[in-house]
Each structure stands twice: as structure tokens, then as C-alpha cells.
């Protein structure tokens, strides 16, 4: 029975295969999707064995000619959706640069104080320096990051 077996295996195996080119889609989600029906942003992983590739169509071919080369394994992504990917991206660096603003002044006068009190340990102002130190090095990294 076992040899039956590798025998069959075997067989199946050095059939002529006859498949047509796979293509890997990845979607903007980045879920990759292996099929053997071309679509757009799609890219072809197989051939068929004896070398050729499946006809394309004018229109099909047009449409996969008018998509801008993805980096491979990346998914492609339409102006419209990364318009809002940056519309939201700007919005959330522009928060994150008010809060520092307030977090600086709070750091500031935190520092003030420490600095007016003699009771205030060389450690604390040192550590009160040093926040404020990093709360304007978060400002002007963020205000690059921003573009200005």
C-alpha cells in the first residue's frame, strides 16, 4: 500500500501542470490575497510552466498600465484616502504640539517655583531642568515634523 501511495504521489506530481499566473494582492489593509484573476495592484508571482503568460485585454491592460508601480509587497493606496491619511496625521501632530506647549509652561513654572523655594534639592531643579529641556526639544521636533 505504501508504495501505491508514493507511486500515485509521484504521478500527480510530475504531471504537466497547466496553471495560468498567480497574483498576490495586497489590500489597503494590508490582507494579502492570492488568486489567479488578475486585478489592479496586483502582482504576478507565477507563470505557467511552459513560460507563457495569460492574454491580457486592451482595457485590462490600460487599467493596470494607469496605476502608478507599487513597491513590491506594499500596498497601493489612491490620492483620495492618503489625502485623508495626511489630513488626520497633520491633525493629530498639531495636538500633540499644543500639549507640549501647555506641558512646557507647566514644566516652566514648576521650575520657577523650585528655583524660588531655598529649600528646593540640587537634584530637583536638575530633573525640573531636564523636563523642560525635553519638552522643548518635543516642540521644535514636532514643529519639523509639521513643516515649520
Do not use: W
Request: net charge positive.
Amino acid at each position: 500500500m505504501p508504495r501505491y501511495l508514493t507511486a500515485l504521489l509521484l504521478a500527480t506530481c510530475c504531471t504537466t501542470a497547466n496553471a495560468d499566473t498567480i497574483y498576490k494582492f495586497v489590500d489597503k489593509d494590508g490582507h494579502v490575497t492570492f488568486t489567479n484573476v488578475p486585478r489592479v495592484g496586483a502582482n504576478a508571482i507565477m507563470v505557467s510552466p511552459n513560460g507563457t503568460t495569460p492574454s491580457t485585454s486592451p482595457r485590462r491592460k490600460a487599467a493596470l498600465e494607469s496605476q502608478p508601480p507599487a513597491a513590491p509587497g506594499m500596498p497601493s493606496i489612491d490620492a483620495g484616502t492618503q489625502r485623508q491619511r495626511d489630513v488626520s496625521r497633520r491633525r493629530i501632530l498639531e495636538t500633540e504640539l499644543a500639549n507640549e506647549h501647555k506641558a512646557l509652561l507647566i514644566a516652566r513654572g514648576a521650575l520657577l517655583d523650585a528655583q524660588q523655594k531655598n529649600s528646593s534639592k540640587p537634584e530637583q531643579l536638575l530633573r525640573l531642568r531636564d523636563e523642560v529641556t525635553d519638552r522643548e526639544r518635543n516642540i521644535e521636533a514636532l514643529k519639523r515634523e509639521l513643516g515649520g
